[in-house]
């Protein structure tokens, strides 16, 4: 009894002379903790305010890109009031753009900053030609490197590489219908379209250069759908349905909405919501199967040699950041990548579920030589 009653008075003096030392310890290493931590914050302001103060210098930063409508005026607006810096946009159809972009290198000219388009022109004609960098360098600010402001949990980049990355996107099959020819639940999957009783009365946009036309016959060539083989047996029966082939987007999806056809395939989403927002009889629809997800010309790349360098980091960061993607979604009727952007007012069918299929870099390497299978199934209607 008396050793053990020894043995605790040597406990509880251990006790008193070791705890005080360790809890001063642990405090001090969260006291240093903190101090780093908001040490590290204060950095990448000081870091960014050096940066919005040289920016403010260069005056103003250039976007090439694909029409853009209504947003790129809202994008000015909006720049221009936060940041007092000029956006100027130079702008035409997206193959165009990018032989303009690389007739100016080839001259030595850098003249752009950012760049907005398609994945396609792209991964096929730009990223080869080595005239775009990483745009994970310029993120500067949290709340757009945060995973928790991204739909899919983490910033969306198309390629390993992070050189482009959508800024809205949309689930779609690539069918629209004229309701008043179309009853609902006629047309579930894409093999309903070999009914008879569609036969001539079906409009598809021109698989045979890019657009939707194309993405639509390429996504259906993927293993998800029907995979090569299926495929073009599938797209052999299709064209026996009487099939018109329309390269004019509006044209197509205008002469659904009057009647002259039921189904137009490989339609513009804007266009139909366009005229159905005008009150014309035209929607679209939602099929069996996974949609694909599509993000059309509103893809961010970014220019290795930037004509102005501060200002397009802080470009980079208001188009990845909430208000850009309010003004992308707002005005295109995608729907934002970012998760703290409202989906209020869109059609729930549009908005990519976690499952849907992405088309990412493999997929869009893949359009030129799909582009070829089908030149060579729809040569005779095209002649």
């Known amino acids: 009894m008396k050793n053990r009653y020894l043995v605790s008075i040597v406990a509880v003096v251990a006790l008193l002379a070791f705890s005080p030392a360790a809890g001063t310890k642990s405090v001090a290493a969260e006291t240093k903790t903190g101090k780093a931590s908001s040490t590290g914050k204060a950095t990448v302001q000081a870091d960014w305010e050096t940066v919005l103060k040289e ?20 994008w000015r607006t909006a720049f221009k009031r936060k940041y007092g810096i000029d956006i100027e946009f130079v702008l035409g159809r997206g193959g165009e753009m990018a032989q303009k972009l690389l007739t100016e290198r080839r001259a030595g000219l850098k003249l752009f900053d950012v760049g907005i388009g398609g994945p396609t022109t792209y991964f096929v004609v730009l990223k080869p030609a080595k005239v775009t960098g990483s745009i994970d360098p310029l993120v500067m600010l949290e709340e757009v490197r945060n995973p928790a402001n991204w739909r899919i949990r983490k910033m969306p980049y198309f390629d390993g590489d992070k050189t482009i990355i959508p800024l809205a996107s949309l689930a779609m099959f690539h069918l629209a219908v004229n309701p008043e020819l179309v009853k609902d639940g006629e047309i579930k999957s894409y093999d309903d379209l070999l009914n008879p009783k569609w036969k001539g009365k079906i ?3 021109d698989p045979t250069k890019t657009g939707p036309g194309n993405q639509w016959f390429t996504f259906l060539m993927l293993p998800q759908n029907y995979g090569p083989k299926k495929g073009v047996e599938f797209m052999k029966k299709l064209i026996a349905q009487d099939l018109v082939v329309m390269r004019d987007e509006r044209l197509q999806v205008e002469s659904v909405a009057k009647g002259k056809y039921a189904v137009a395939i490989g339609m513009k989403h804007t266009l139909v919501a366009e005229f159905t927002n005008a009150g014309a009889p035209i929607k679209t629809i939602t099929l069996t199967g996974k949609p694909c997800v599509l993000s059309g010309a509103l893809n961010l790349y970014v220019s290795d040699a930037p004509a102005h360098p501060n200002a397009q980091k802080v470009l980079v960061n208001f188009l990845l950041g909430k208000e850009g993607g309010e003004i992308v979604s707002k005005m295109s009727g995608y729907v934002s990548e970012r998760a703290d952007v409202s989906t209020a007012g869109l059609d729930p069918a549009i908005v990519p579920g976690p499952n849907d299929v992405v088309l990412g870099e493999e997929y869009n390497m893949s359009v030129a030589a799909n582009m070829k299978i089908a030149a060579e199934l729809f040569r005779d209607l095209l002649k």
């Open 55 to 74: 920016a403010r210098r260069e005056g103003k930063v250039v976007i090439y890109g694909d029409a853009l409508g209504d947003t790129s005026q809202a």
């Open 203 to 205: 409009a598809l946009n």
